[in-house]
């Protein structure tokens, strides 16, 4: 079982998701089975965050100095599901997930959860370094994408 902390550091956040702990918490109970590890307790923290923030995360544990959409950091290095783990942290920033500022609700969502599932998977020891890798994380993406959105909508 996942349990998930969200913090949002950013107010703009509860304009668009209204409760985005119990938005995450749905979102965490439609992924297949495989992912769910039942039996276990499993945490995570989400960070609702900014450009301004998240280009600061990136330059101090990246070396990059730019904004970006989402950083995860794993708490180990080798994924070593134990009864109690805690897999890491994932950090999305609002101005990526609001472009164009047109977008709709629906849309922003599916953008977050889009996001959200490439930020798990980083957090599982996927990567997109060499292209073998990056195909099998877009498959993996693709995946868990459409069986979540899907599910997510019939909430809606």
């Known amino acids: 079982m996942i349990n998930v902390e969200v ?6 956040w ?8 119990f938005f995450f918490k749905n979102l965490i109970k439609f992924l297949p089975r495989k992912y769910c ?12 965050s900014d450009n301004k923030n998240i280009k600061k995360l990136n330059k101090k544990f990246r070396n990059k100095n730019k ?11 080798k994924l070593n599901i134990k009864k109690n783990f805690y897999l890491g942290d994932i950090i999305i920033s609002y101005e990526f ?8 609700n629906s849309e922003f969502k599916k953008k977050v959860i889009k996001t959200f599932v ?8 996927y990567n997109h370094l060499k292209f073998k890798d990056f195909k099998k994380m877009t ?3 693709e ?10 909508s019939k909430l809606a």
């Open 7 to 12: 913090v949002s550091e950013n107010k703009l």
């Open 14 to 21: 509860n304009k668009r998701i209204k409760r985005n702990s």
């Open 139 to 141: 498959k993996e993406e």
């Open 37 to 48: 590890f039942i039996k276990k307790k499993v945490y995570l923290t989400i960070l609702l």
């Open 118 to 125: 490439h930020g798990f998977l980083h957090l599982l020891g």
């Open 143 to 152: 995946k868990l994408n459409k069986i979540i959105i899907k599910n997510i």
């Open 67 to 77: 904004y970006t959409d989402v950083l995860s950091f794993p708490f180990e290095k």
């Open 97 to 104: 997930m609001n472009k164009p500022k047109t977008i709709d």
